[in-house]
């Protein structure tokens, strides 16, 4: 379910598109095609509904208006097209894609709503992509691998690729300082899960937690100065 202004949302059933006003009084298709349909994003100025599709054959990255009018291709490869996100700013789209038929051959890319500047970032994985940060200029993944899992920074306009967290043991991004400086981010150095953080190229890496038992983010203060978790350090969580 996404919000596409105060008035009306954008619902989508497995196959299709579907604009309704906020009290369900109009209903309109969007799409209407023999093919799987699924909703994606919005571009930044809310003009075009970026969308993926297999109408014609493999999934394939598409727009078209608000009103389901000016359906265009932005991308038809032959191998799909899976979003990974909208840049914050809103010019670009940035998404997965193989390039050849094994499975090195995984990229990841961006290109522009309307389908220029296509570019390949990095040679990557099928990592879970997890946040932007702060500055919109990074994006964070979650690498798991045998040991456990790390985070990775890829960069939208450079490709580079940094490991922010390493260890033998796994690592899930949580959430960003109020004043954005801080990554927090959760991790099992001992079979449990405490609270940790660091900057955003991974330096200053700070445990905050000592808990004989896990201690899991919840958010912050409403004034940012502190941090909320929860633990079950007391045998329930609190």
Same mark, same amino acid.
Do not use: C
């Given at each position: 379910?996404?919000?596409?202004?105060?008035?009306?949302?954008?619902?989508?059933?497995?196959?299709?598109?579907?604009?309704?006003?906020?009290?369900?009084?109009?209903? *309109?298709? $969007?799409?209407?095609?023999? #093919?799987?349909?699924? +909703?994606?994003? =919005? %571009?930044? /100025?809310?003009? !075009?509904? @970026? &969308?993926?599709?297999?109408?014609?054959?493999?999934?394939?990255?598409?727009?078209?208006?608000?009103?389901?009018?000016?359906?265009?291709?932005?991308?038809?490869?032959?191998?799909?097209?899976?979003?990974?996100?909208?840049?914050?700013?809103?010019?670009?789209?940035?998404?997965?894609?193989?390039?050849?038929?094994?499975?090195?051959?995984?990229?990841?890319?961006?290109?522009?709503?309307?389908?220029?500047? *296509?570019? $390949?970032?990095?040679?990557? #994985?099928?990592?879970? +992509?997890?946040? =932007? %940060?702060? /500055?919109?200029? !990074?994006? @964070? &993944?979650?690498?798991?691998?045998?040991?456990?899992?790390?985070?990775?920074?890829?960069?939208?306009?450079?490709?580079?690729?940094?490991?922010?967290?390493?260890?033998?043991?796994?690592?899930?991004?949580?959430?960003?300082?109020?004043?954005?400086?801080?990554?927090?981010?959760?991790?099992?150095?001992?079979?449990?899960?405490?609270?940790?953080?660091?900057?955003?190229?991974?330096?200053?890496?700070?445990? *905050?937690?000592?808990?004989?038992?896990?201690?899991?983010?919840?958010?912050?203060?409403?004034?940012?100065?502190?941090?909320?978790?929860?633990?079950?350090?007391?045998?329930?969580?609190?």
């Amino acid at each position: 379910l996404h919000a596409a202004s105060i008035q009306k949302l954008l619902i989508a059933d497995e196959n299709d598109i579907y604009q309704v006003t906020m009290n369900g009084s109009r209903l *309109l298709r $969007l799409t209407d095609e023999n #093919s799987t349909d699924q +909703f994606l994003a =919005w %571009t930044a /100025d809310r003009q !075009w509904i @970026i &969308f993926r599709s297999n109408r014609f054959g493999n999934f394939d990255l598409f727009r078209m208006r608000p009103d389901g009018q000016e359906v265009e291709p932005i991308l038809t490869w032959t191998s799909d097209e899976q979003l990974v996100t909208m840049s914050p700013d809103g010019d670009w789209i940035v998404f997965m894609a193989r390039a050849g038929k094994f499975a090195s051959d995984l990229g990841l890319y961006r290109v522009r709503p309307d389908g220029t500047d *296509l570019t $390949l970032i990095s040679d990557t #994985s099928s990592d879970p +992509f997890s946040t =932007w %940060t702060p /500055d919109g200029e !990074w994006m @964070i &993944f979650w690498h798991p691998h045998q040991q456990g899992s790390d985070l990775i920074r890829v960069n939208l306009m450079t490709g580079q690729r940094d490991t922010l967290s390493t260890g033998l043991y796994h690592h899930h991004f949580e959430g960003w300082s109020p004043d954005g400086e801080w990554l927090i981010y959760s991790g099992t150095p001992l079979f449990k899960w405490e609270l940790f953080r660091m900057r955003l190229d991974g330096s200053d890496d700070q445990r *905050l937690t000592f808990y004989e038992r896990d201690a899991r983010f919840g958010g912050w203060s409403g004034d940012g100065n502190w941090l909320v978790f929860r633990s079950n350090n007391s045998g329930n969580y609190e």
